[in-house]
C-alpha cells in the first residue's frame, strides 16, 4: 500500500511545529501504524534527516506509553485499541492520514508526536498511600470484597495511562483518568480509610496541572483503549462531594 | 480557604455549581411555561393569575431573590469553567473528529450565551417596561394590570416572536443535554437509572421548548387574541 502522512513535527518543547507531509510507498497491511513509522524512520535516517520521534514500549497495547491523533481521533480509528495495536489493514491503499501529538497545556509537546505525561505521575504520586497490612501475606478470602466492586475496581484499574482521555476531550480534561484512579483504590475495603483523603488530593492535583473541566461530552470514554466508563467520573464526582462534605479538613 | 472556598476552586465543585443552579432555574422555568399556558384561557385567567403573583410579595421576591442569585452564580461559574477549559487546550488541533459527544453538548455554551441575551431583553419586555413603556399602564376592565394585552401586544410583532423562538430552541439543545448532565455532575448515576435520565431530559426540555413556544405562535397567528 502507499499511504500519504502529514506528521506533526516540532524539534523541541520550545520550537514552533508544523505538518510535514510523507509518502511511504510498501506498507504491508500487517504492520502496526508503529512499525509504518520504523520504516518511515529508516528511510528518513539513510536521507540523514532526523526520524519522527514517538513514545513506545510494550507494543502490545498495555503499557500505555503511545499514543498520538490518526486524523483527529486519539489512537485513530479502531474501538478499544492503542496507536501500537491499530494495524495498516484498518487503512486502504493511497489514504492520506494526518499524525498529530495529544494537545493540552498540561501535556507539552516534547518532539514531533511525543508529549510529557508527567503531569499524570504527579495526580497519581498526590493519592499518596494505603494503609495495607505488611509482613506475612494474609488469608486470601480474610477480606470479603463484593463481586460487582471487585469488577468495577478491576475495570478501572485497566487504565494504563496513555492519556487518549485528554486529548480527546474537547476542554482537555483528566477527569477519566483520575476518576479510574480514584476509583479503583476506592472501591476497595484496602483503600477505604484514605478514601476521601485521596479524592480531595487527586482531584486538587488534577486541577493545579492545568487540565479542563468535564462538560459531559463522553468524547474520554469513546477513545479510551481500555474502554473506561465515563460511570468512574460521576462516581468520582460523588466521592470528592461526599468528601468535601464529611471530612475534617 | 474554608472548605467551601476550596470546593469551589475545584472544577468538580464548580460544576456542581451548574448542576444545583441549573436544576433550580429549571424548575422556575417548569412554573412559569405552566402559568404562560393561562394565555390560552383568556383574559381574565391570565390577569387573574398574574395579579395573584403580584399579590404575594413573598413569594414574588422570594422567586426573585432566588433567581437574582443563581442566575449570576451559573452563567458566571460558566465563563469561568470556559476560561479554565479554553486555556487547558492553548493549541487546537488541525483536525478533530467528535466520537460521542453531541452537537446539544458541543453548543451549549453558545445557546448559553444566547440565553443570557435573551434573559436581560425578556426581563426589559415584559418586567421592567423598558422597551415599551406603554406596557405598564395597561389596565383591564377590572383595574387589575393588563398582562394579557401586554402579552397579545408584544407578540403581534413577528421580529419578537423570532428572538423568543430562537431563545425556546437554544433551550432545547441546552437542557436536552444538561438536564442530564448536571446527574452526572453531582454523581448521580446508576447503570439502573441512567438511560431514564437522558429520556427525561429530552422529555422535558421538549415540553418545556413546545410549551413555551406555543403562546408567541398562538398570538402571531390569531389564536390567541383580545
Ligand atoms: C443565563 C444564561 C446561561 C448561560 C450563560 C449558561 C451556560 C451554561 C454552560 C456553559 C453550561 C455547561 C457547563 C459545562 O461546560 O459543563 C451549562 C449547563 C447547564 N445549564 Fe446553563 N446557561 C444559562 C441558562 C440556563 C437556563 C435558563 C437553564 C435552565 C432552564 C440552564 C440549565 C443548565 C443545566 C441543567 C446545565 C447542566 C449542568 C451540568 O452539566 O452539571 N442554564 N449552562
Ligand atoms: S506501546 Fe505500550 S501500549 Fe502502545
Redesign the pocket.
Known sequence: MKITLNVWRQSSPEAAGSFVKYDVDGVSADMSM?EMLDVLNDRLESKGEAPIAF?????????????FMINGVAHGPEKEI????THMRSFKDGDELTLEPWRAMAFPVMRDLMVDRSAFDRIIQAGGYVSVRTGSAPEANATPVMKEHADMAFEAAAC?G?GACVAACPNAAAMLFTSAKVSHLGLLPQGEPERDKRAIDMVAQMDKEGFGHCSNHGECEAVC?KGISVNFIARMNRDLLKATLRSSR | MSWLQSLYASTIGKKAVMAITGLIIFGFTLGHMAGNLLAFFGEDTFNTYAATLKGNPPLLWGTRLLLLTVIPLHFLTAFQLIKRSNDARPATYSKWQPQRSTYASRTIRFGGIYLLGFILYHLAHYTLFLTNPEFGGYHDAQGRHDAFRMVVEGFSNPVNVAVYLVAMLSLVFHLSHGAWSMFQSMGLNHPKYNQLRERAAWTLAIVLTVGFSSVPIAVLTGVVHR
Not at chain 1, 61 to 67: A, H, K, L, T, Y
Not at chain 1, 82 to 85: D, G, L, R, S
Request: glycine content about 14%; proline content about 5%.
Open positions: 508503529l513514545d513506545h514500549d510494550c507494543r502490545e497495547g498495555i503499557c500505555g506509553s503511545c499514543g492503542t496507536v501500537c495495536q494504563i496513555c483503549p
